[in-house]
């Protein structure tokens, strides 16, 4: 593909298509925009869950079978925590917790959030630029039938079993985006945005939320689609479909289309759906159908290959 493509995404469901797309891509012509909104602090030290699973999925060094944290582990750390009694729900190998004691190091510098990023990738030999959503911390509080509860909490903590009630991003009316960010939605080589099979809520809406993203979203002269995270009303990774039922949204692929709304100049759902879930109701814009399941290298290839095809069938430019 001749120019330049931008991927939102969060962790592990989205770093698979940008797997895939960079293996097709020049790494100079790919970045990633991802949600920074499930940081926090733990232990006292920092943490950026979707960031570490996209550079450890990119560097080759991701556990294969959670598609989170580090291959090869050793767990002495979280040993050594339990025999002392403190918390031990997050769990952190030995290898992970070398990164977030790196990145401690690197913000107290102090760097931002993208220096520090842009360093522990160049460590990892990972030539595809990663970006924070945000340089300003902004974090996802649920509400939920338990009360409110810190992003981490209701996730792992809780294992997602709460019922939402509502998502909040606490700091958002603070937030901007990085620099970088917005130099790369902004660069004139750019032939395509995507949306990553993330789920939308959790990954993507707090993305979305930063003040300015949506207007350089909108802006940007590339066509913009996104990849369904819903398949035959399940979600393919993480509790999607299950907050959109708690939310009193139906979880489908279509549901999926109408969220992202005018964002969208396409949008990608799995073959499965095409009859049962669009129906006569197809949104007004182009749909690609296509096996969307990524479990090999194969996969997120041929979906990654897919998208590419698809940015292109669209092509033109939002703002003539």
């Not at 939920?144 to 809780?158: A, C, I, K, N, S």
């Not at 395509?192 to 003040?211: E, F, K, Q, R, T």
């Amino acid at each position: 593909m001749h120019g330049n493509i931008v991927a939102l995404t969060g962790g592990v469901g989205g770093a698979k298509l940008v797997l895939g797309l960079s293996h097709i891509l020049k790494a100079e012509q790919l970045t990633a925009i991802v949600n920074t909104g499930d940081d926090f602090t733990h232990l006292g030290l920092p943490i950026s869950p979707d960031l570490d699973t996209l550079m450890y999925t990119l560097a080759g060094v991701v556990n294969p079978e959670t598609g989170w944290g580090c291959s090869d582990e050793t767990w002495n750390f979280m040993q050594a925590l339990e025999q002392l009694q403190a918390e031990t729900w997050f769990q952190m190998g030995d290898r992970d917790l070398a990164t977030h004691v790196v990145r401690a190091q690197l913000l107290a510098k102090p760097a931002t959030l993208t220096q520090v990023t842009q360093t522990l990738c160049e460590h990892l030999s990972i030539r595809t630029r990663i970006l924070p959503m945000s340089d300003t911390p902004v974090r996802t509080q649920v509400l939920t039938d338990r009360g409110r509860l810190d992003f981490q909490h209701y996730f792992v903590r809780d294992r997602a079993k709460p019922i939402v009630q509502q998502l909040e991003y606490t700091g958002i009316d603070k937030a901007a985006p990085s620099a970088a960010a917005l130099s790369a939605l902004q660069d004139p080589h750019l032939a395509g945005i995507v949306i990553a099979p993330s789920n939308p809520y959790l990954s993507i809406d707090p993305i979305l939320a930063v003040p300015g993203m949506r207007t350089a979203l909108q802006a940007a002269a590339a066509p913009l689609v996104a990849v369904s995270p819903i398949v035959g009303g399940t979600a393919l990774k993480g509790p999607a479909a299950k907050i959109m039922s708690e939310l009193g949204i139906e979880p489908s692929a279509a549901a999926v289309a109408r969220h992202y709304g005018e964002l969208l100049n396409g949008f990608i759902a799995d073959e499965r759906d095409r009859d049962s879930v669009f129906g006569a109701n197809k949104p007004d814009l182009p749909l690609q159908f296509h096996d969307t399941i990524m479990h090999t290298l194969d996969d997120k290839i041929r979906v990654a290959r897919t998208t590419l095809n698809f940015i292109q069938s669209i092509g033109g430019n939002r703002t003539e």
